[in-house]
């Protein structure tokens, strides 16, 4: 069964600091992975995907995230924390043949305090 | 503007009374979906249409309905056989979902809050 991992529920980081929120997943085949972003009160943004090709993938907002299959991890990133990146971040992966479902299966999130 | 909107904002429900919630969506997406969100729990899947007057259950579908009689509509009704409806709930849509197309994003609504009273 597919899965995906957020090991830390918090990340604290200071403004202008570069910033990680960790992603793992467990998936059979090549998978599809997804990063979005909550706001308080406020829907799921969509960040960036990985689908196929360069490991590296740059989305909205100045991030990016790296896709590494010997490790099974999806790592979203950003060289310099704003105090407007607050914000929960949900690591979410699809399987290749997830059938006529498309389903994806999301982390349980990751809350990001980025501190002035 | 494109978008998928969701109503009402905040909605409280009583003791053994149903409620529903609207999700309308004008992106011309052929599947929809709704989610809760239970704090620490992340976002679990309640139900989600692949096409008109098909859909199917999700992981948590005990205690919900929906229906599809047009694209674009996807309601969801808290039946007052959900024993814990207190949640956000998120409907969210994405263009053809068969298989191949894996990699197609799903499009989220600024959710609903519903709360027992």
């Given at each position: 069964?597919?899965?995906?991992a ?7 980081v200071?403004?202008g ?13 090549n ?9 308080p009160?406020?829907?799921?943004q969509f ?16 991030f ?27 690591c ?5 043949n ?19 | ?11 409280f ?8 919630l609207s999700?309308?969506?004008n992106l ?7 989610y ?18 098909d ?6 579908a005990?205690g919900?309905s ?5 694209k ?19 409907c ?8 191949g ?9 600024e ?7």
């Open positions: 069964a597919q899965s995906v957020q090991p830390e529920d918090q990340v604290n200071a403004e600091n570069p910033l990680t929120v960790k992603c793992t997943y467990s998936v059979s085949g998978p599809y992975l997804f990063w979005y972003v909550q706001y009160n406020r829907g799921l960040l960036l995907k990985y689908i196929t090709g360069d490991n590296l993938v740059k989305g909205s907002y100045g990016e995230a790296e896709f590494n299959k010997s490790q099974t991890s999806f790592h979203l990133k950003k060289p310099s924390a704003l105090v407007s990146d607050s914000a929960l971040y949900f979410a992966v699809r399987a290749p997830g059938g006529a479902t498309n389903k994806l299966i999301f982390g349980t999130g990751t809350l990001l305090a980025v501190q002035p | 503007d494109g978008g998928i909107t969701q109503s009402p904002k905040y909605l429900r009583k003791e053994g009374q149903n409620v529903t999700c309308e969506q011309n997406h052929d599947a929809m979906y709704w809760r969100q239970d704090p620490g729990q992340g976002l679990r899947l309640i139900y989600y249409s692949q096409i008109v007057n859909f199917q259950k999700g992981d948590i005990e919900y929906v229906s599809r009689e047009k674009e509509s996807f309601p969801l009704t808290v039946t007052s056989a959900q024993k814990n409806p207190t949640a956000f709930y998120l969210a849509s994405t263009l053809t979902p068969g298989g197309i894996s990699g197609n994003t799903i499009y989220f609504g959710g609903s809050w519903l709360t027992v009273v």
